[in-house]
């Protein structure tokens, strides 16, 4: 009986490993990896965009302003430790960043949606067409 249960677990190995690999191989879950690595490299664009052009020439509009060195110093008042840093300067910047991402998210979609119907008006014209043909051919 020994040698049963160890075939048993040995085949439910093999058919975890082979539905794991089914997995692995279906398209969305390589959809998903491809998406999460251009999703990685559009953040980075984001940021340098957004550090190294738009804040820059916001601070030059606003007098010079460094936002990455705005921050509101609180002293500890009881004595112990360092003081409280609220780095608001790198929250305005995030905010600018989230604007940047969710605006080009928006135009990429605006764009995506104005295809998709275009795509289904010419559809929708040629299955028109198509029963107008129909009909005079009977």
Same mark, same amino acid.
């Given at each position: ?5 160890? @075939? ?29 690595? #251009?999703?990685?490299?559009?953040? @980075?664009? /984001?940021?340098?965009? /957004? ?13 010079? /302003? ?18 409280? #840093? ?9 905010? #600018? ?6 605006? #080009?998210?928006?135009? /990429? ?14 559809? @929708? ?14």
């Amino acid at each position: 009986m020994a040698k049963s249960e160890e @075939a048993k677990k040995l085949q439910e190995k093999q058919g975890l490993k082979e539905e794991f690999i089914e997995f692995i191989n279906r398209g969305s879950m390589i959809d998903l990896a491809v998406g999460v690595a #251009v999703g990685g490299a559009f953040t @980075a664009i /984001v940021n340098s965009l /957004v550090n190294d052009i738009v804040m820059p020439i916001v601070g030059l509009l606003l007098g010079g /302003v460094d936002f990455t060195g705005l921050a509101l110093r609180i002293p500890n008042f009881f004595g112990t430790g360092d003081e409280a #840093v609220i780095a608001y300067g790198n929250f305005i910047q995030n905010v #600018v960043q989230f604007l940047v991402i969710a605006w #080009v998210i928006f135009m /990429v979609i605006k764009a995506m949606n104005r295809m998709n119907r275009k795509r289904d008006a010419r559809k @929708a014209a040629r299955e028109a067409k198509s029963e107008a043909s129909d009909k005079k051919s009977k």
